[in-house]
Each structure stands twice: as structure tokens, then as C-alpha cells.
């Protein structure tokens, strides 16, 4: 079971910049499916980000161009930098890792325990 641990959320202005980070341990982290979500309040959870095992990534439309998420497999960690942000950025946003096993039989895999990012003036 792969354990997740968030950091890097606040506040900011609209237009500024912040960086989230997902420290791992318990898995072999260079195999894993790293996802980044956010859930607004009222809102349905939202897949912002991913990077594969192989390092490709893919992003939701509202935040391409904006956001870029990234891993460092000495560290375990996975980042997501968060640029020119927006009010409707605002959320809770939760790192989740899959291995292959979550992957091969659709499971959801691990989250982490969620980081708060407010944008407003």
C-alpha cells in the first residue's frame, strides 16, 4: 500500500503561483500512475493531472498551459506547479497513486489526505 502525503497548499492572489507536492513510500514510486484531483465546494472531484510510469502526462483542458506536473523518483515526490491561477482553481486538491494492480483492475489505488488552495483577492 503506498502512502501519500500532501503539501503546499494556501492562498493567493489570482495571477500567482503555487507548487503542490506528494511525498510517497511504500511502493516502487517509478512504476506508479500519479494523478492530481481537486473537488470544489459543491462541486464533482475533477482529474486535474497525471504523469504515467513512463513519464508522459496529460491534463484537464481548464488547466493546460497553466499547470505542470512533474516527479522526482529519488525523492518519492510528485509536484504539480500551479501558474497564472484562477478564482475557479479554487479547491482541495488530492494526490493518488496507482501501481499496476490498481491499474489492471480499476481500482482507485491511494490518496492522499488533500490540500487547500484558495485564489482570491
Not at 512504476?31 to 472531484?45: D, N, T, V, Y
Request: hydrophobic share 30%; with cysteine; aromatic share 10%.
Amino acid at each position: 500500500q503506498v502512502q501519500l502525503v500532501e503539501s503546499g497548499g494556501g492562498s493567493v492572489q489570482p495571477g500567482g503561483s503555487l507548487r503542490l507536492s506528494c511525498a510517497a513510500s511504500g511502493g516502487i514510486f517509478s512504476m506508479l500512475i500519479i494523478k492530481w484531483h481537486r473537488q470544489a465546494p459543491g462541486k464533482e472531484r475533477e482529474l486535474v493531472a497525471l504523469i504515467n510510469s513512463g513519464g508522459g502526462t496529460n491534463y484537464a483542458d481548464s488547466v493546460k498551459g497553466r499547470f505542470t506536473i512533474s516527479r522526482d523518483i529519488i525523492t518519492h515526490t510528485a509536484y504539480l506547479q500551479m501558474n497564472s491561477l484562477k478564482p475557479e482553481d479554487t479547491a482541495v486538491y488530492y494526490c493518488n497513486a496507482q501501481d499496476y494492480d490498481d491499474y489492471r483492475y480499476d481500482r482507485e489505488g491511494s490518496w492522499g489526505q488533500g490540500t487547500q488552495v484558495t485564489v482570491s483577492s
